[in-house]
């Protein structure tokens, strides 16, 4: 459990959270800049001083009530920023020794973490001769390297462009995958988030103002992160079926949730996972016959509410266990005379497949 | 050349080469605390730090004098020490330049200190290095050509001095008749010929001091290019 209430006053407003979060898995720091995730982070690896207290583990890193507090170079953190900050005056190896020679026993092995990042062909390199993407890397490795117990990321892609980001998503995937380490990763990017995160703890004004699993969250139509174009639920689904011929795989969330999605070539019974944008959702009272949308589900509406231009509405749509949220204009809501408690067909047309 | 002025050359390197040792071991700290500080006192200890280069070599040794001397605080301070006094020493010359000549050792490390980001200590602090361990790991390399400059300056500057000599150390053989002093009597006594060999050889020595700091410099813009 990673445990954390801090308190500071900053310009403009005060951060006061408090956040229990699971030892495991990915848990996102989610919000608008400015709104005091990353000093979340910094707080929690020693290098922000606000008032409070911080445990990993029951491991106590910072508590005020008895004038406690672990500088970092004594908390068993491995802390990665935008910027990478290699050392200019080593090469690749010369940098991963740097935290390997000061890790103690706790440390990683140095050649599944090579063969985990994809870095094993640029020892040799000097930090500024590698690309973005492989510098990000390298410093994941480095941080992993010093033997964490805690990884924490602050905005890890948002320095690289679009095509160096997804090169560097999929080893982010596999970090949590392959490693029993929990990380914290701040990100404002909503897409990350999607594809990474566990626990999500959304920010607002220094303040939490939601958290939960990623799925909870992202269902809300309450919250900040209903609105906007990458609005949509997340559900982990299982690739159940594969239609040969036509080059799809049915992907099932449960009994009465499946949809059909582009193969992408992963073994059956497989773990995935899914996105389902509202943009991308549009709601019916019967059945279509004669529609190109393969993917047809039938629900009950469970809650409607405005998005922020006044034309369009959100609607979630309970699927089984799981919620749809479709974005329509609000007349298409009052044509179909929507109310919760309605049986509806939702129509999915695009499917986003993460690991 | 006489063997008054081969002592004048060594005295003058001793002088010059203890001063910037010291210099190294007291200035670093300083720009140290003066690259990294948010205290208030910083423009106050920066002015200080800086006065030598304003100030002319004869103030900074008149008062120099009378600190020293039997009357002032510091004089009374190495007699209480059983040091005996400092003006008219080799020791007293030695702290005159080591204040003489701090600016030119403390703004060049200042300079390096501040171009190392923030970020690579934070780096270093989360890969479990304490506050030592990163001074020695990333910031002294990182800042190495601040130190060659640092470095070279400190004992050129040291070997220019003239008035702050005169007025603490005199014009004693083997004590503190450095280069400077040693030309400046040569002149006085109309001896051009001995005041040639040595002033030229200041030229050259300038020269060289000057190419090697401009090489230095153009290492030192390429460092702080990979650094950001």
Sequence with gaps: MIEARLHLPRDGFTLDVSLQLPAQGVSALFGPSGCGKTTVLRALAGMERAAGRVALDGELWQDDACGLFVPTHRRAIGYVIQEAALFPHLDVRGNLDYARRRAGTARFELDPLLELLGIGALMARRPDTLSGGERQRVAIARALAAGPRLLLMDEPLAALDAARKAEVLPYLERLHRELQLPIVYVSHAIDEVARLAHQLVLLEQGRVVATGTVGEVLARLDLPTARGEGAGVVLEAVLAERDVPWQLVRLQVDEAFSVWARDPGFELGRALRVRLLARDVSLTRAPQIGTSIGNQLRGTVEAIADDDHPSLALVRVRVGANPVVARLTRRSAYALGLQPGMPVWAQVKTVALME | ?228
């Design chain 2, 1 to 228: 050349m006489t063997p008054e002025d081969w002592s004048a050359v060594r005295l003058t390197a001793q002088l010059a080469t203890l001063t910037t040792l010291l210099l190294l071991l007291i200035g670093t700290p300083i720009a140290w605390w003066l690259a990294r500080t948010r205290s208030r006192s910083r423009p106050l200890v920066a002015s200080l730090v800086a006065m030598p280069i304003v100030l002319p070599p004869t103030v900074m040794g008149f008062y120099l004098l009378l600190l020293m001397g039997p009357q002032g605080p510091i004089g009374q301070l190495t007699e209480a020490l059983g040091l005996g006094r400092l003006p008219f020493t080799f020791a007293g010359l030695v702290v005159a330049s080591v204040l003489y000549s701090m600016p030119f050792v403390v703004q060049p490390l200042q300079q390096a200190f501040e171009a190392i980001p923030e970020r690579m200590l934070e780096a270093a602090a989360t890969l479990r290095a304490g506050p030592w361990d990163r001074f020695f790991s990333v910031v002294l390399p990182l800042a190495r050509p601040g130190f060659l400059t640092a470095s070279v300056l400190g004992f050129a500057h040291t070997v220019g001095e003239f008035g702050v000599v005169l007025m603490i150390g005199g014009n004693i053989p083997n004590v503190s008749r450095v280069l400077s002093v040693a030309i400046y009597g040569h002149v006085e006594a109309l001896e051009f010929d001995a005041a040639h060999r040595l002033a030229a050889g200041m030229v050259v020595f300038a020269m060289v001091v000057l190419v090697a700091l401009y090489v230095l410099g153009q290492r030192t813009g390429r460092a702080a290019e990979r650094v950001r």
